[in-house]
């Protein structure tokens, strides 16, 4: 075989790592990939943690241990977060996005690729370290970037359905109040979850926390842990939600009287962290 060259191994070593973020890759794993000893593979890894560092193009870390190596991370600072974020809200903002009824259009922005990724990484960022084992969302505005961020943190996307189907074979079912006041339904497959796993919720949307908070309960039913929830948008009535600790990127405030929406960025996004 070829020799490989150093800036040829470390390409492809950032394509792997980022392709597949929060993953362990052993260094053995690398090493029988170009064929190199392990000393050389710790030379570039530290060169690549520090282009990763230098450019904000998240994190790079070590993980020690008989099981150890290195893995990918799509961490967000805050700075850039929120100006992202604060775009966003300008696009959102204005007359032109209110639709009748009161309700803001945002379909564009939930189908755009590029956005709905950074969304996720952003979100991400945040949940790192609560080490949930998957993203639940409901059905179906929420899906994209509950999806995104899912693959950001490196665990599966479950998504929780408004009917039984029956190619999800047994499921469990629960009513709850949506925001409306309304009895809804819920349900989820028995073989999607496992008992005493950590769960995140993500959503599009937040208004009452009816729908959220019916995620929780189901969750319950399964006996899994949810460590935290997030979403795109929270509205900023009712002040208190049916849900706490919650995390949405921006915060909507709609003026009927004018059909003027205010999009804001989110409180905790202006830390600095």
């Not at 000393?39 to 890894?45: A, G, K």
């Not at 241990?65 to 977060?81: D, E, F, L, M, Q």
């Not at 706490?244 to 009287?257: A, F, Q, R, Y």
């Amino acid at each position: 075989m070829e020799k490989i060259r150093r800036n040829e191994r470390m390409s492809a070593m950032m394509k792997i790592l980022t392709a597949e973020p929060n993953k362990i890759f052993t260094l053995s794993y690398f090493c029988d990939l170009f064929g190199a000893a392990k000393s050389t593979m710790s030379e570039d890894i530290d060169l690549l943690r520090e282009v990763v560092n230098q450019f904000g193009l998240g994190e790079l870390v070590t993980v020690t241990g008989a099981a150890g190596g290195v893995r990918y991370r799509t961490k967000v600072k805050r700075p850039a977060a929120r100006q992202f974020v604060g775009d966003l809200c300008q696009k959102l903002s204005g007359p032109g996005r209110v639709l009748p009824g009161g309700f803001l259009y945002s379909s564009d922005v939930l189908a755009d690729p590029e956005v709905v990724s950074r969304m996720g990484e952003i979100i991400a960022t945040e949940y790192y370290a609560a080490q949930p084992d998957f993203v639940l969302t409901m059905e179906t505005k929420g899906i994209p970037v509950a999806y995104a961020t899912a693959h950001a943190l490196g665990v599966p996307l479950v998504i929780a359905r408004r009917a039984s189907k029956a190619y999800e074979g047994s499921e469990i079912n629960i009513n709850y109040v949506t925001g409306s006041g309304s009895i809804g339904t819920m349900s989820l497959s028995r073989r999607a979850v496992k008992e005493g796993s950590r769960c995140l919720i993500v959503d599009d949307f937040l208004k009452g926390g009816g729908t959220a908070k019916g995620m929780v309960d189901l969750m319950r039913e399964f006996g899994v842990d949810v460590v935290g929830s997030a979403f795109v948008m929270s509205t900023a009535k009712p002040l208190r939600k049916r849900i706490t600790g919650e995390k949405s990127l921006m915060v909507l405030e709609m003026d009927t009287e004018t059909e003027t929406a205010l999009v804001k960025p989110a409180f905790w996004l202006h830390g600095d962290a």
